[in-house]
């Protein structure tokens, strides 16, 4: 790593943290701009500027290759953040302070630490001083991301397709390590889970809350539909990625086949909760289709009996299950209540991803080896959304790559996603930067 790159990356970081481009949810939130006007700065070019809605920028820089038919490559960052609830923080969440070797604020490692390695590694190949990859080369920080893209890759992708389309797309999220027992493993994001969320509703009679006897009240079948809900196992689907991951691992031999058997594998994550409840978390939702019941509403008074009450459930399918498997489980699992119950889809996205196989994945092998001396490379899933599947369902192979020293686990790395005292050691923001440095020359020269 050169040192120069450390140092603009760990600058560049803290000023995207410090621009605090909080998204919550609202278009009048974000304000992305002001990141696109940091990363312009640091390039000391200007690109072209997606604008849906007043603030929500994106940015994007296309250089072209030499070979027109030779596959491009587009390196995507997003430059908003989740809000915060500063009392949970031990530092101010957006001044993006140093201490003890890591850089603390809202979006360090989600994702403005590869937002920021991604300007670093690409600035050379838009100033001329490194000739470019036979294939097209692209760099797109964009808005929105925390919320579906509606004003970021979504639009981008939705209406300018012809300027942002690309053969491979690199993205969150990077992964740090992880040392099953047997011996450390690099994670690369090869895929993500499909949300599809749903309203549950049911109707009931209106009547007096001093006189139930014989009521037909709306919150009865829904509370008793959700209450069987929570104790009905979720449904296991082992899948392709899920297989190369646990199969890379190394694990114990007797584990390992636990874990890839869809009759047993319930009973191996319940041991390992009992020691790594974050582990198991993670292994879990690679591994189901999860249900969470988030939201519950229903009457309007203390004295009136309810006639209408809905919840709001996200479920989250992994590759290979659809509406017809959330139906069939929903129904199955509300009992005695489904009947009285409609289901409304609020979102049906398939899971998307992409093999560990073929040009890039050899690249990305290539440069683990070259930053961390192994080719201990292991794909797994991103059980959130992420811009990814944007470009996954328009064919492009999509993967989200970094890198991590050792000072925070795999497990205590994914409790920090969207939670209190986010932060990435200096240390990692190197690594992450020169394995972008590495990804990008073996990328030129292959
Ligand atoms: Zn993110």
């Known amino acids: ?8 990356t760990v600058d560049l970081l803290r000023a995207l943290i410090r621009n605090a481009c909080v998204n919550d949810g609202t278009v009048g939130s974000g304000h992305e701009h002001r990141s696109v006007e940091t990363l312009t700065q640091y390039f000391g070019v200007a690109g072209t500027v997606f604008e849906p809605q007043p603030g929500r920028q994106s940015l994007l820089h296309r250089i072209e290759g030499s070979d027109p038919s030779a596959p491009s490559l587009l390196l995507m960052g997003h430059t908003d953040v989740v809000p915060v609830n500063a009392s949970g923080w031990s530092v101010d969440p957006f001044a993006a302070e140093i201490s ?3 850089v603390w604020g809202r979006g360090a490692i989600d994702m403005l630490n590869v937002t920021a390695a991604m300007a670093v590694a690409f600035k050379p190949f838009l100033t001329g001083e490194t000739p ?3 294939g097209d080369l692209l760099y797109l920080a964009v808005a929105d991301e925390e919320a579906a893209g509606t004003y970021g890759a979504k639009h981008i992708t939705d209406h300018a397709w012809d300027q942002v389309g690309a053969d491979f797309v690199l993205t969150e999220i990077a992964y740090p390590p ?3 027992g047997g011996g450390v493993r ?6 993500e889970k499909g949300p599809f969320w749903t309203h549950v509703h049911s109707t009931g009679t209106p009547g007096h809350g001093s006189t139930p006897y014989g009521s037909d009240n709306a919150l009865e079948p829904l509370i008793g539909g959700l209450a069987s809900l929570f104790e009905t196992p979720a ?3 082992i899948t392709d990625v899920w297989r190369d991951f646990i199969s890379g691992l190394g694990l114990d031999p007797g584990l390992e086949s636990e874990l890839l058997d869809p009759d047993r594998i319930d009973g191996a994550i319940d041991r390992i909760n009992a020691s790594d409840p974050r582990l198991a978390t993670y292994l879990h939702a690679c591994t189901h289709l999860t249900v969470s019941p988030n939201v519950i509403g229903g009457g309007v008074k203390s004295n009136m009996i309810p006639d209408t009450a809905v919840a709001q459930i996200d ?3 992994v590759p290979g299950q659809d509406r017809d498997d959330v139906d069939r489980f929903l129904g199955k699992a509300m009992g005695r209540y489904a009947d009285r119950l409609r289901f409304e889809p609020q979102a049906d996205f398939a899971a998307t991803e992409s093999r560990p196989s073929g040009s890039l994945w050899e690249v990305i092998v290539d440069a683990c080896e070259d930053v961390t001396g192994s080719r201990a490379v292991v794909p797994t899933l991103m059980p959130a959304s992420t811009d990814a599947r944007f470009f996954r369902e328009r064919g492009a192979v999509a993967y989200g790559v970094g890198m991590f020293d050792r000072r925070v686990s795999f497990p205590d790395f994914l409790s920090m996603f969207h939670g209190n005292d986010e932060r990435v050691s200096v240390e990692s923001v190197g690594l992450t930067v020169t394995m972008l440095e590495r990804v990008l020359d073996r990328w030129r020269t292959a």
Request: neutral net charge.
């Open 186 to 191: 690099y994670p690369v994001s090869v895929g």
């Open 132 to 134: 470019p990859p036979p």
């Open 178 to 180: 992880i040392d099953l």
């Open 1 to 8: 790593m050169t040192q120069a790159s450390k140092s603009d």
């Open 315 to 317: 479920l989250r399918a």
């Open 100 to 102: 003890n070797g890591f």
């Open 235 to 237: 449904v296991v689907g």
